[in-house]
């Protein structure tokens, strides 16, 4: 096990700065903050001590006392991630390969964007000083074999991927200040060129907020309106820090664009917070960033709609949201209570509405890392006896704590049905290592 953690603590090493990697926090829809509206992204780390335990319903409370503090209950069944216990390698989950980088802090490094349908890591290296562009590459994880793909033309702009697919990758990159405009580079696999799209009747956005729908369209979210903060401004928590929730959420217009083609480009219609796809249907909040309002579900082939109050509790501010053919997830921030213990919660629902499982700790934030199949919600905490990294698997009811420890430092990218990628920090916390798994079984 010591090897095993001093592996995991490698992976984590490998991810690249805030400033060059801001829009890796968001791949998938995740939105990775502890607080809304922050500027400043911070990195994720995964831990060291790989753990798996069955997600039994557990009494409220755990390492920290949620109860003593004042915290409340969820409306749901409850799963503590102080019951997860230790895994074997080989038995609960399987390493496919690793990457490390010694020191992030004097120099960018070499990342795991993502893996694509086909099982490939897509590779991506720099940039940095003496390497101005990024170069990417399609990795075999057992071999370690990398097939180095031309440039994408991206100058130093941060990329992010939306589509990994076996026939094409498309990355986008932003472009602009407040306001920026977005690019798709698309890489045709069988042709190995690259094309870039821009779309003129697209609006510009403020942040990478798109996804590929299942008709092989982008979606993008363009902003609508914005919650403000209270008059006098947000009351500080017992943590000292402005604590904002309950907070009036953000809404957005959705439009799409085609991929093939710049001038086909569309209002969709539609008001909304978060958005998710899965192959048969479209997901979606009234609002983000605050109140979610009500979750929305539309049937793609019939457009029947059908919409539920998650009950998500009082005070819960919506800042990460995904979904799968069967369930829906909401990583919320829900509080702060006495002596500074927060009310983090990852809520599960099927998409009728039903209470499936609330993951709830302080200082925690989760999201759903792997879509496809039944789904796989990975989980960060910083909690006192609970710091590392878990996995939930939709399937099974598992808890699955893969570190022990946290990096400063963050990547990731989308992976295909049962895989994940997490990271541990190395070289005291200056560089890190970054892993792709999946679950045994």
């Known amino acids: 096990m010591n090897d095993l953690r001093e592996l995991l603590s490698d992976h984590a090493a490998s991810a690249p700065p805030d400033d060059l990697d801001v829009a890796s926090v968001l791949v998938g829809g995740r939105r990775r903050v502890r607080r809304r509206r922050l500027a400043a992204l911070g990195g994720t780390t995964l831990g060291t001590a790989a753990v798996v335990a069955t997600a039994a319903l557990v009494p409220f409370g755990g390492t920290t006392d949620l109860q003593a503090a004042g915290v409340p209950r969820p409306d749901a069944p409850l799963v503590r991630l ?229 009950r998500s509790g009082e005070r819960c501010n919506l800042l990460s949201f995904g979904a799968t053919e069967e369930r829906v997830v909401l990583g919320q921030y829900c509080g702060t209570y006495d002596d500074g213990v927060r009310d983090d919660r990852v809520q599960v629902l099927d998409t009728d509405g039903g209470q499936v499982v609330t993951l709830q700790g302080s200082d925690i934030e989760g999201w759903l890392a792997s879509p496809e199949g039944d789904g796989i919600v990975a989980v960060t905490a910083r909690g006192r006896g609970t710091t590392g990294t878990y996995l939930y698997d939709l399937g099974s009811g598992e808890l699955v704590r893969v570190s022990g420890s946290l990096s400063s430092w963050t990547s990731g990218g989308p992976v295909p049905e049962g895989m994940f990628l997490w990271n541990t920090p190395v070289n005291r916390g200056r560089g890190m290592t970054e892993h792709l798994g999946e679950l045994a079984g």
């Open 82 to 310: 102080s019951d997860a216990s230790s895994a074997v390698e080989g038995e609960d989950y399987r390493l496919l390969v690793s990457h490390t980088n010694e020191d992030l802090d004097s120099d960018n490094g070499q990342y795991f964007d993502g893996v694509t349908d086909d099982r490939l890591v897509l590779f991506r290296d720099g940039p940095r000083m003496e390497q101005p562009e990024p170069r990417f590459a399609l990795m075999d994880p057992a071999t370690g074999h990398k097939q180095w793909l031309p440039s994408p033309g991206v100058g130093g702009l941060q990329t992010w991927p939306v589509e990994l697919g076996e026939d094409r990758l498309v990355l986008v990159t932003a472009e602009g200040g407040a306001k920026v405009a977005l690019v798709a580079h698309v890489y045709d696999r069988a042709s190995g060129q690259w094309d870039e799209l821009r779309w003129a009747g697209l609006p510009k956005v403020d942040g990478p907020t798109a996804q590929v729908g299942p008709d092989g369209r982008l979606y993008v979210r363009v902003p609508a309106t914005r919650g403000e903060p209270p008059e006098g401004g947000w009351p500080t928590g017992p943590d000292g820090e402005a604590d904002d929730a309950d907070a009036d959420g953000d809404t957005y217009r959705l439009w799409s664009a085609s991929l093939t083609d710049p001038s086909d480009v569309r209002d969709e219609g539609l008001t909304l917070g978060s958005l998710a796809f899965t192959d048969s249907s479209m997901v979606w909040t009234d609002a983000t960033n605050g109140d979610a309002g009500r979750v929305h579900v539309r049937d793609l082939d019939t457009g029947e709609e059908r919409a539920f109050d998650p």
